[in-house]
Each structure stands twice: as structure tokens, then as C-alpha cells.
């Protein structure tokens, strides 16, 4: 088995990339040849990682058989056309785009709700080499989720979220900033990146609509939490762009097959990993999303039994949709493959 591993890092200069080499190495992930990549215009900057600059090379030319991961988030054009070429080379690629999130044969995961799909996954001798990481809003749903589905069957959830401009890359967060000042400064305000003025304001739309009503960005709650929880959840999702530049916040409305207290909730939740429950019912006793930025946990607040509905709960869901959204999620899947099937990597 390899101690150390050759890794490429793809969308190196954007929002997630440079959050992506942050995680690595405050965890220490043991690499050996670190590679990173982006666009021609890109080619020849410098990003600094472990105390050293690294030069960005251009994605186009490069050969990925040096590489045993690829840690892919350029956007969905880009993921389509490169990873499987890498795929080919026999890099394992782990792809933050939603491009493959819900091809049959690519394994969708969230570390703490469903690893053991990856037992599967690389028993397979034709497996396409790539795994997908979901999308941020789902990932932090699912992980807070997850313990409560195990003690009791969840049969629907009400989803309203509060997503942040990073979740638009660094373009949505200059427009935030620009469209501030310029309120301030008593001048226009100019739309480029979102569909109505983002400051001081709340659009209730996230990527394009469909013909049933919904955009791209509900539809993806609704159709990753099937496919990584449970098929038989129903789910309503309203996504909602706010004012924020970092975290994500979920309004949750759950539905049981079971009763599941207020009391039984909050242990349960507070005792798995990779969830912090911050829950005082009295005033700053909640987490949002300006405490968030920079945490990994997902965090929630505000449990409370709903009474209008047989076996209901509501729960408040805060987290940095850039960390554990993206970004480290990817990362741990990462580590998660060299622990437990680094003889499935190529050496």
C-alpha cells in the first residue's frame, strides 16, 4: 500500500479548488506529487500549499496517469469532457460538478450517511472510475438526516433553504459586494450574476426552471436524497438565495413513520459525527451562517416536535457550503478510499 499519493487537484484557482487545497493540507492528506490545474489563462500562476508555490498547469495538456486521484471541480462542461479521460488513465476521480451525480453507475457519497456503497463500487471490475460528490444543500440535509432515519423511517421532508452567494462561485460573491456599495454610495445597482438585485434581498431561484415548476437546484435535493438515503422519501424543496457570503441555511420539516421525541432527537443528533448541536431556547441559543464559515461540522439548532402532523419534527441546519458543501466532502471521501480500498488505486 502507498503512504503517500499522487493527486490532482482540477478548477485549482476557483472558490472550491482553493478551499479543496486548504482542507488538504490542514488535515494532512498524504501526498506525494500534488498537480494543479485549470483553464489556458490560469497556466503559470502560483498557489502556495505546505509553504511551498506550486505552478497551475493547463488541464487540456495534461496526462493524468500520473496521478492515482483527481479531485475534479471545474463546472459540469468541464467534469463531462476531462474526468472520464482521467477516469481512463486510472485516476480515481471525485467529481464536486453535477454532472455525474446521477448516472447509475457512479456511486453519490456522503462519507457519514452511506460509505458502505463504496463495498459495492469497487468490487466491480468495469466501474467507471468516479465518484460523485452531491450537492452542497443536500449534503449538509442528509448528514443531519441520517441518524434520525436510522432510529425512525423519515417518509417526507419540507426543505426551505437560505444558500449563500459562494454557492454562485466568486462572481456571485463580487456582485453581492459591488451591488452593497453601490447602495450605500447612493448608485445603480447592476444585475449580472443573479436574476433580481441579491443585496439586501431573497430570490427565491437557484439555477433554471423546469417544466414541473421546480428549478434545477430543488430538484437536485430532491432527486440525491433518493438516490443517497432513501428511494422512497418524498421530499419538497424551495431554494432560496440570500444575502450572505458564506453557510447555508435549511429550514427542515420531517415526517416519520414512527414517533421520535424532542429529547431522542437531540441525543441522537448530538452523538453523531460530524454534527454539532448548538440548541438553547433562548436568545443567540442557534447557530447561522456567519458563525459557521470555516467550521466542517454541520450544525443544527432549533429541534422541535411539530403537532400538525403525526410523527413531525423540525430542525434548523447550518453549514459552510464551501467546506462541508464541497469541498470537504470530497476530501474525505478521498480519505476514505486510501484507508479502506488503497489496493484498488493504481500504484
Not at 425512525?152 to 459591488?178: C, H, P, W
Not at 448530538?270 to 448541536?277: T, Y
Request: aromatic share 8%; charged share 25%; with cysteine.
Amino acid at each position: 500500500m502507498n503512504e503517500t499519493y499522487d493527486i490532482a487537484i482540477v478548477g485549482a484557482t476557483g472558490s472550491v479548488g482553493r478551499e479543496i487545497l486548504q482542507i488538504l493540507e490542514q488535515r494532512k492528506f498524504p501526498i506525494n506529487n500534488l498537480y494543479l490545474l485549470a483553464s489556458e489563462k490560469s497556466k503559470g500562476s502560483k498557489i502556495e500549499f505546505n509553504n511551498e508555490e506550486i505552478i497551475v498547469d493547463d488541464l487540456s495538456n495534461f496526462d493524468f496517469s500520473k496521478t492515482q486521484i483527481s479531485l475534479f471541480s471545474p463546472g459540469s462542461t468541464v467534469s463531462s469532457k476531462f474526468a472520464p479521460l482521467a477516469a481512463e488513465k486510472g485516476s480515481l476521480v471525485i467529481d464536486n460538478t453535477s454532472y455525474f451525480r446521477m448516472h447509475k453507475d457512479v456511486p453519490l457519497i456522503v462519507p457519514e450517511v452511506n460509505a458502505e456503497v463504496l463495498d459495492d463500487y469497487f468490487e466491480k471490475n468495469n466501474r467507471k472510475n468516479i465518484i460523485a460528490n452531491p450537492n452542497c444543500s443536500t449534503i449538509q440535509m442528509l448528514v443531519a438526516l441520517k441518524p434520525l432515519h436510522d432510529k425512525a423511517i423519515i417518509n417526507r421532508i419540507v426543505v426551505s433553504t437560505y444558500q449563500s452567494v459562494s454557492g454562485a462561485g466568486k462572481k456571485g460573491m463580487d456582485e453581492l459586494f459591488n451591488q452593497t456599495q453601490n447602495i450605500y454610495a447612493n448608485k445603480s445597482v447592476e444585475k449580472k450574476n443573479f436574476t433580481k438585485q441579491i443585496a439586501f434581498n431573497a430570490i427565491p431561484h437557484i439555477d433554471s426552471f423546469l417544466d414541473n415548476g421546480n428549478t434545477k437546484e430543488e430538484e437536485k435535493m430532491i432527486n440525491e436524497t433518493k438516490k443517497i438515503l432513501d428511494p422512497a422519501i418524498q421530499v419538497s424543496a424551495t431554494c432560496v438565495r440570500i444575502p450572505v457570503f458564506v453557510g447555508h441555511a435549511e429550514s427542515i420539516n420531517i415526517e416519520f413513520d414512527s414517533p421520535i421525541s424532542y429529547n431522542e432527537a437531540s441525543s441522537l443528533l448530538n452523538n453523531f459525527k460530524g454534527i454539532s448541536v448548538i440548541d438553547y431556547r433562548k436568545d443567540e441559543g442557534y447557530v447561522t451562517p456567519v458563525e459557521v464559515a470555516g467550521e466542517d461540522d454541520v450544525y443544527v439548532s432549533r429541534i422541535r416536535e411539530d403537532t400538525t402532523v403525526d410523527n413531525g419534527l423540525n430542525l434548523w441546519v447550518v453549514s459552510d457550503n464551501l467546506r462541508k458543501g464541497a469541498a470537504l466532502n470530497a476530501v474525505q471521501i478521498a480519505e476514505l478510499v486510501i484507508n479502506k480500498y488503497s489496493k484498488n488505486l493504481k500504484n
